[in-house]
């Protein structure tokens, strides 16, 4: 019965959460005029696309009952660190191919610590992805160089055009990515231990499920999909930046749970996630075109996600959990 | 029930238990990293300078203190509020109430800094446990407002800060951090404090024998606010001025500091003293790694090096300690 409920529940979250990004919009097309144009949307789209990918590992980790506080650091390392070996004359591919070997040992690093010695993974994460930052730092002495490659620009430039459609590639691979996504954790015997895990950590090894290596692939998952978003936002900045991923550290958080996850974990889902990030990127359009300072904009993000969690993301009383 | 009852059932002597239990490895680093601060730069460390190293220290302490209660209310309590709050009393002290409306007064600014932490506490625990938000995102939300709102009254660092504040930075600084231990000695003897512990370890069982979870959690809130805006007193005196940018910065090394200090980040275990320790640690750690001279980002790369370890100390030596048993 627990399970079903939990469902319908979850499920009207997600559709809250669009509703709510809908009326978002809606609300802006009606005060700001041009902010329903073509140039506008595309750039909205482009930049829900950005923060989708970084928002991918987040999803996973929380639903396992986790959080990881390391993906604005490994979206920096990735954006620094692909930009100086292309810059040195590197194979890109190659250069790809490294730098998400290098992400899936630091999220895996990051699991296995966490899980194995039981520890909180906020500390765990917060601490590797520091070291990650000042090894990157160290590296490049604080001056990263080096530039994308023309493809990766084209590949999320908001001016781009996917054959016939009107946005660059990265928006239809998006879609792609998440119906993957989608897939994975609702069809295959990895989703359901996904859930099984978060919603009762104690019961999971009962069932054959093994903690500590769910936690390594999640947490590396987590990683590898941070890089991907930091050789993205290389593309899309032009010009490499150790402190890219800073915005995504809580904004990946706030997607995740505005869009219905519980931080306790075993509910959550990555359509919820796609939602909470539609939300945030129309509500930030919508301050900074009504014309607010970047700091009002900030205080009013975190207004609205209080209200809007309060309206759909209420956790029970502890009296009905008796 | 109550875990004191539990532990004296058992026959074990409860205060140590519970302080070796909780803050035995911090208190191994202290002396660890004390000793090696004393070799490396003997000048900084002589009796006659400590003064001024707790008072460095001190806004960190405050922070760690402020951490605790919230996190010791259990069920993914955590108040991440704790560093832009000091930032915005920091800010409306200096900017709006001294520079503006003119009052220097410790009679007033004090009060009003506890005041301002207090309903930003109240606010949090509000979200926090009558809207039921989960702790992480509703605290994640009054960030945002906070350090939103500082930047807004204060767009750049303005000084200078009262007289008297100043003078609370060297050895004085010790006066407001016994206040914030003092208090927190008070409200141990309360049975307050013994629920809070109860619905930290267990809500549902505590919940089951009567207590009011609901309320609980709300004054930890609460709590955590006023010793917040201490910290942002403490914070102010350490700088002299007001500064928009260095308050968020405290939140994330003041709950490292309480996970290092033995503060289950899960509820119910622990205490103020070893949040305090914890900190202690790991300014002393700095202090460490300042001398060594080497560039900043070898600093953070040991800093975080250092924290995973520590942590995984700690978690190693429960481990040994729970098989001992």
């Not at chain 1, 997600?14 to 509703?19: E, K, L, Y």
């Not at chain 1, 809606?26 to 005060?31: F, I, Q, T």
């Not at chain 1, 301050?287 to 009013?300: D, R, T, Y």
């Not at chain 2, 919940?207 to 201490?230: K, M, N, P, S």
Request: aromatic content about 8%.
């Amino acid at each position: 019965m627990a399970g079903r409920n939990l469902f319908a529940t979850t499920n009207a979250r997600v559709i809250g959460a669009f509703c709510v990004a809908t009326l978002l919009h809606l609300a802006g097309a009606v005060l700001i005029p041009g902010y329903s144009s073509p140039f506008a949307v595309r750039a909205m789209l482009v930049l829900a696309s950005l923060l989708a990918v970084a928002s991918i590992g987040q999803t996973l980790v929380v639903i396992m009952g986790g959080i990881d506080l390391s993906i604005p650091f490994v979206i920096g390392f990735a954006n620094v660190v692909a930009a100086q070996l292309y810059g040195d004359g590197w194979n890109f591919v190659l250069v790809c191919g490294l730098v998400g070997v290098l992400a899936l040992v630091i999220g895996g690093l990051n699991g296995l610590i966490s899980r194995s010695l039981d520890i909180q993974p906020l500390i765990v994460t917060l601490g590797i992805g520091m070291v990650v930052q000042g090894l990157v730092l160290l590296w490049t002495a604080g001056f990263p160089s080096g530039s994308a490659p023309q493809a990766v620009s084209s590949f999320v430039s908001i001016g781009g055009s996917a054959g016939p459609l009107p946005v660059p590639w990265l928006v239809p691979s998006l879609v792609v990515l998440s119906a993957l996504v989608v897939l994975v954790l609702e069809r295959t015997p990895y989703g359901r231990r996904l859930y099984a895990l978060g919603s009762n950590p104690g019961a999971a090894p009962l069932a054959l499920i093994d903690p500590v290596r769910m936690w390594i692939v999640t947490y590396a998952a987590s990683a590898f999909f941070a890089a991907v978003a930091g050789v993205l936002l290389l593309g899309f900045t032009g010009s490499a930046y150790g402190d890219v991923g800073q915005p995504y550290l809580f904004q990946t958080i706030a997607a995740v749970v505005v869009g219905g996850a519980a931080l306790v974990g075993g509910r959550g889902s990555y359509l919820g996630t796609i939602a909470g990030v539609l939300v945030l990127t129309e509500i930030n359009t919508l301050l900074i075109g009504l014309g607010f300072q970047p700091s009002a904009v900030q205080a009013a993000l975190g207004l609205i996600i209080v209200l809007l969690v309060s309206l759909y993301g209420r956790e029970r009383h502890v009296s009905t959990t008796i | 029930m109550n875990p004191r009852l539990l532990v004296r059932a058992r026959g074990m002597n409860p205060r140590l238990l519970s302080l070796s239990r909780s803050v035995g490895f911090a208190v191994v680093l202290l002396v660890i990293l004390l000793a090696v601060n004393l070799i490396l730069s003997p000048a900084r460390f002589t009796p006659g300078s400590w003064g001024a190293l707790v008072g460095l220290a001190a806004p960190l302490i405050g922070a760690a203190i402020a951490s605790t209660p919230v996190i010791l209310a259990g069920r993914g309590g955590i108040d991440i509020s704790v560093g832009p709050l000091m930032g915005f009393v920091n800010a409306v002290v200096i900017q709006v109430l001294f520079l503006k409306a003119g009052i220097s007064s410790p009679l007033l600014l004090v009060p009003a800094a506890l005041l301002i932490g207090a309903l930003v506490g109240a606010a949090n625990g509000f979200l926090a446990t009558v809207v039921r938000i989960q702790p992480i995102v509703a605290t994640l939300g009054t960030y945002l407002i906070l350090t939103g709102v500082t930047l807004t009254i204060l767009p750049a660092p303005i000084g200078p800060a009262p007289a008297w504040l100043k003078a609370l930075a060297g050895p004085w600084s010790i006066l407001p951090l016994a206040v914030m231990f003092l208090v927190w000695w008070l409200v141990r003897r309360l049975p307050y404090y013994d629920q809070l512990m109860a619905v930290g370890s267990d809500d549902r069982a505590a919940y089951t024998a009567g207590v009011d979870v609901t309320r609980v959690r709300f004054i930890a809130y609460v709590i955590a606010g006023i010793f917040g805006g201490c910290a942002g007193l403490m914070l102010t005196a350490l700088i002299g001025s007001a500064d928009p940018n260095i308050g968020p910065t405290y939140t994330l090394i003041a709950i490292a500091a309480v996970a290092l200090g033995g503060v289950s980040l899960a509820g119910g275990r622990g205490g103020v003293a070893g949040a305090a320790i914890g900190a202690i640690d790991i300014f002393l750690l700095q202090s460490v790694l300042t001398t060594f001279n080497v560039s900043t980002f070898v600093l953070q790369i040991a800093y975080g090096a250092i924290l995973v370890l520590a942590v995984m100390l700690t978690a190693l030596q429960e481990r040994l300690a729970m098989r001992a048993r």
